[in-house]
């Protein structure tokens, strides 16, 4: 709550006098990542990934708090560390109901039979989309 709250120095001693357990560190970095302070960041993320190497979201979301912060250096370097530790990122999974009928889609699989057509659909919904701001933005 500390974290969330934006009391990120509070949350991170608290962390370290109880000497935190992997949900207290995964929730700092968590609060970092919300209110951009890469230096707690960094300092929760490398402690997660002493405590739970293997804890994949530890990794990405380290990566993208540089990342947000132009630091691209840093997040190739957690990036490789996931990488050197056998530690791969879960795909990303939508899914979408038409008439009763829910389908999964998971990020890199174009295996789905009317993929064409559906990206056919999404370039006309961002054409539209794209269209209307510029009508609003007139």
């Not at 560190?25 to 929760?44: K, N």
């Not at 008439?99 to 559906?118: K, Q, Y």
Request: hydrophobic letters at 40%; charged letters at 20%; proline letters at 2%.
């Amino acid at each position: 709550m500390l974290g969330r709250g934006g009391y990120l120095a509070e949350a991170r001693e608290l962390t370290k006098e109880t000497q935190g357990t992997t949900a207290m560190w995964d929730a700092l970095l968590g609060a970092c990542s919300a209110h951009v302070d890469v230096e707690i960041g960094t300092y929760s993320g490398e402690g997660l990934k002493m405590m739970d190497p293997q804890n994949e979201m530890s990794y990405v979301i380290l990566s993208n708090l540089y990342c947000a912060n132009g630091k691209w250096k840093e997040a190739e370097t957690v990036r490789q560390a996931m990488n050197s530790q056998g530690v791969r990122k879960t795909p990303g999974c939508s899914w979408i109901e038409v008439r009763n009928m829910v389908t999964a889609f998971i990020a890199g699989n174009n295996s789905h039979p009317l993929m064409e057509d559906l990206c056919q659909m999404l370039r006309f919904l961002d054409f539209e989309t794209k269209s209307s701001r510029i009508l609003v933005s007139d």
